[in-house]
């Protein structure tokens, strides 16, 4: 690895050195984002449950959770502390997204994180000398205190994998590509990784970059990435749209994951499979809408062991450390099946036999040396 540009944590650097041991265990870990505290089947909400561990017994090795819960969206701050504590006690790691909101809007809760062009600049307002820099320095803060909250037993800050501005080559962020240029963006992203690492002088992140699915290529991953001196992980967000058998989802995911994994293995730094799910969208006649896994009449039952064998069927596959399915919201939107009241998704038994499967590792994660 090149040598680092901010200081870290000894369980910071152990948390990357159990990611670049997974890279190469031909395993992967198995995440979920909101699995804590956000579920269909659970009566808890503090990280003890999750609809995976009410099926399968064991919680997922990643556990996914965003800064939404720092303006009241998904939780509240205080209550995903105790949730990040309670994963971190049970041997799950802790990466945190941020759907950042549109600072060029009024107000300081507000949930809005779309472009709306109209009301003016965001991407450059927020920097240094910018009329929104003081609103955007006070948010990027109170990441700064929840970093700073999150502790172990012992007192020491639980590590954790940063994910800003993700999927950055889309248009449906105001830090997408549409909106802000590559230079522009990859001068944001460094900016605000340098106020927290450095300034705020948070240890116990390691920082991700993670755009949009398919990768056809190494220079379209690179187009917008900030750079080896502040980047720890390599991701990608890829999901199966639409699925039904036939549709090349296999080797465009190979091919995704081929490139990034090339492109980690050229910047020393460790790949991911950092956000993916079976996704069907229905509005019905009756005015009912899901997205997610369908509540039935799914047309690729066998999507989690398909989708495991295409992973782990390349090198690059193989080398991702772990794969994160999306949330499970409610009975309308969820990534993972769950079981509940007698209800018992159809693709229960599917998921059961990928958690099962001896490639996929679940939490608790044994954790690796600081050697990467």
């Not at 540009?5 to 909101?34: A, C, H, P, V, W």
């Not at 809760?109 to 003016?120: A, F, K, L, V």
Request: aromatic letters at 12%; one cysteine or more; glycine letters at 10%.
């Amino acid at each position: 690895m090149d040598k680092m540009k901010y200081i870290r944590s000894d369980e910071t650097l152990s948390l990357l050195g159990t990611l670049s041991e997974y890279s190469r265990s031909g395993k992967i870990m198995f995440g979920q984002q909101n699995a804590g505290h956000i579920g269909v089947s659970i009566s808890l909400h503090d990280g003890t449950e999750s609809d995976v561990k009410n099926i399968c017994g064991k919680q997922p090795a990643v556990v996914g959770i965003d800064t939404l819960s720092f303006l009241g969206y998904e939780g509240n701050m205080t209550d995903l502390i105790k949730t990040v504590k309670n994963l971190h006690r049970q041997g799950c790691i802790i990466t945190l997204s941020s759907h950042m909101p549109n600072f060029s809007l009024g107000g300081e809760d507000y949930y809005d994180y779309s472009p709306n062009i109209t009301e003016g600049d965001c991407a450059h307002r927020i920097m240094e000398g910018g009329d929104l820099n003081p609103k955007y320095l006070r948010f990027l803060d109170k990441i700064a205190e929840f970093a700073g909250k999150c502790v172990d037993i012992e007192g020491n800050k639980i590590p954790m994998i940063f994910r800003p501005f993700h999927e950055s080559n889309g248009s449906w962020f105001w830090w997408g590509e549409e909106y802000i240029a590559d230079t522009h963006f990859i001068e944001l992203f460094r900016y605000t990784v340098d106020y927290l690492l450095d300034k705020k002088g948070i240890d116990n992140f390691l920082i991700c970059y993670s755009p949009n699915g398919p990768i056809e290529s190494k220079k379209q991953y690179l187009e917008r990435y900030p750079g080896d001196d502040i980047v720890d992980v390599m991701g990608v967000d890829f999901y199966h749209d639409h699925p039904h058998k036939g549709d090349g989802y296999a080797s465009i995911l190979t091919k995704t994951l081929d490139n990034l994994a090339e492109c980690a293995k050229e910047h020393f730094k460790i790949p991911v499979f950092a956000e993916t799910g079976y996704r069907t969208f229905s509005d019905a006649a009756d005015g009912s809408y899901y997205e997610g896994l369908a509540p039935e009449g799914n047309l690729v039952k066998t999507w989690f062991t398909d989708t495991l064998d295409t992973i782990m069927g390349s090198e690059g596959g193989k080398a991702m450390a772990y794969m994160l399915c999306w949330a499970n919201f409610s009975d309308l939107q969820f990534w993972v099946p769950y079981v509940k009241d007698g209800f018992r998704h159809e693709m229960t038994d599917d998921f059961t036999a990928f958690i099962e499967d001896e490639r996929v590792v679940t939490a608790p994660v044994i954790t690796g040396s600081t050697d990467v």
